[in-house]
C-alpha cells in the first residue's frame, strides 16, 4: 500500500482488516506532501512513525519496503524494526534521470523517476546483505533480480525470501525459471531447503 499522507496509509491498512490478504507490504518511496515532499522512507524517524500508526491500525503481518536513496539503509530497517514491522523488503527503485537531447527536457515530467532492473542488482545485494546482519525479522530481497543466480545470490546475502518485479514484463515466466533454477542449486548441492543457505555468504 502507498499514500501521500499517513492517513492515506491508515485508512487503506484498515480497509485490509478482515480480507483474506495475508500480509501487507508498506511502501514508503512514496512523497510525503504533508512534509514538503520528503519520502517516508528517508529519516529513520518518519520510518519509524509512519511503520508504528500503520502497525496499530492493521491485524496484518506488515513488511516496510525500504528506499535505496538514504545515506545508511541498516538505520531504516532497524527504525522499521522497533516500530513493529514483520519484516523488511528492500530495495525500491534507485532515482534517476533521463534528458532528450533534441528537447534539451528530461523525459519524465516529474524529471526523475524510479530506475528499476538488471542495474540496481549489485546495490540491492549490498543492501540486503548490510541490512540482514542488523535486524532479527526477516529480509526480502528485490531489485535487478533476473536470473536464478541472482536470487541464491540474495539468499546467500541473507534475504529469507525474494520478489521478481522488471523481469516479468518482459518475460512472464521469468519466476517460474527463477524457482526452478533455484531447486536445481538446491539439489546440486546436498541442500534440502532454500533455509540452509540463507546468509551463508562468506565474507572476505
Sequence with gaps: ???????????????????????????ISCPNVKEG???FGTSAASVEKIT??????????????????????TEMALAAESAGADAV?????????????????????????????????PVALRMVWQTASKVKIPVVGL???TKWEDAVQ????????????????TDAFAPLKIIDGINNYLDQNG????????????PW
Design 1 to 27: 500500500i502507498a499514500g501521500s499522507a499517513e492517513e492515506d496509509y491508515v485508512e487503506t491498512a484498515s480497509r485490509l482488516n478482515g480480507t483474506s490478504v495475508d500480509m501487507i507490504e508498506l511502501n
Design 37 to 39: 515532499g520528503a519520502s
Design 52 to 73: 508504528s500508526v500503520v502497525k496499530k491500525a492493521s491485524e496484518k503481518p506488515l513488511m516496510v519496503k525500504l528506499t535505496p536513496n538514504v545515506t545508511d539503509i
Design 89 to 121: 523488503s528492500l530495495i525500491n527503485t534507485l532515482t534517476g534521470m533521463i534528458i532528450d537531447i533534441n528537447t534539451k527536457r528530461p523525459l519524465l515530467r516529474n524529471n526523475t523517476g524510479g530506475m528499476s532492473g538488471a542495474a540496481v542488482f
Design 143 to 145: 531489485g535487478g533480480i
Design 154 to 169: 540474495m539468499l546467500l546475502a541473507g534475504a529469507s525470501a525474494v520478489q521478481v518485479g522488471t523481469a516479468s514484463f
Design 191 to 202: 541442500y534440502k531447503s532454500v533455509s540452509e543457505i540463507v546468509g551463508k555468504v562468506e
